[in-house]
């Protein structure tokens, strides 16, 4: 079965540049959460989407931003990174609204700031 | 503030034992609770759901809720030390929208 794919599986930058995580949700799910999970932590949620509307925020910082698409493939921008933002970057994907919303976790961005 | 607590371990079993995990939550308005299992490195992945109370049982994984208590657990039957992960506890509220995360049960099974 499909599951949910992210881009790229690792990356790494320095101080102060840019990145950009891509996230493409298993086929029909409407709905896409990021969250981020440092070393020896839960995974902290950050964002998500519902039919390409923002749907609920968490504690992302106003560095980042994120957006759906139409395609519902979802991308996270994190400018200005910091030594803190290491962490591996988990995109989860589910069918929307209603119970249970079962969310299926892609296998995560690996992000080094050097 | 919604807290999701869970012991954080580890906690060690015997292989074909059972293991219980357990975690509470403070938001009396969470409607679904799920259980993921997540290898070191590795994403979570879904074991199960459960939003009524009572038992749910999938395989040799049960989960049991208690909304009154706000308690939830997964029991393991017969452990095998691929079952070694952290469980983490994920509790969401009605409107489906974000989880709040336990930090974790360490599980190590030892053959």
């Known amino acids: 079965a499909a599951g949910v794919i992210q881009s790229p599986r690792h990356l790494i930058k320095e101080k102060r540049e840019t990145a950009t995580l891509k996230c493409y949700p298993i086929?029909?799910?409407?709905?896409v959460y990021w969250y981020q999970q440092g070393p020896g932590q839960d995974p902290q949620f950050l964002i998500s989407?519902?039919?390409?509307?923002?749907?609920d925020k968490g504690s992302i910082p106003d560095r980042f931003s994120a957006q759906q698409f139409s395609d519902y493939h979802s991308e996270l921008n994190m400018s200005s990174l910091e030594l803190g933002d290491s962490a591996l970057y988990f995109c989860?994907?589910?069918?929307?609204?209603?119970?249970?919303?079962?969310?299926?976790f892609g296998p995560g961005t690996r992000l080094t700031v050097t | 503030q919604k807290e999701v607590e869970q012991n954080s371990g580890p906690l060690s079993v015997p292989e074909g034992a059972i293991a219980s995990l357990n975690c509470t939550y403070s938001?009396?308005?969470?409607?679904?609770f799920f259980w993921y299992r997540q290898y070191s490195g590795k994403s979570p992945e879904l074991i199960m759901f459960?939003?009524?109370?009572g038992d749910k049982e999938d395989g040799r994984f049960t989960a049991q809720l208690n909304k009154a208590s706000q308690y939830v657990s997964l029991l393991i039957r017969d452990s095998q030390p691929s079952d070694s992960a952290t469980y983490l506890c994920?509790?969401?509220?009605?409107?489906?929208?974000?989880?709040?995360f336990g930090p974790g049960t360490r599980l190590s099974v030892l053959p």
């Open positions: 989860a994907s589910s069918l929307g609204k209603g119970l249970p919303d079962e969310q299926y």
């Open positions: 086929p029909r799910h409407d709905t």
């Open positions: 989407f519902y039919e390409k509307m923002q749907s």
């Open positions: 938001d009396r308005g969470s409607q679904s």
């Open positions: 459960i939003y009524s109370n």
């Open positions: 994920a509790v969401n509220e009605g409107d489906g929208q974000n989880f709040v």
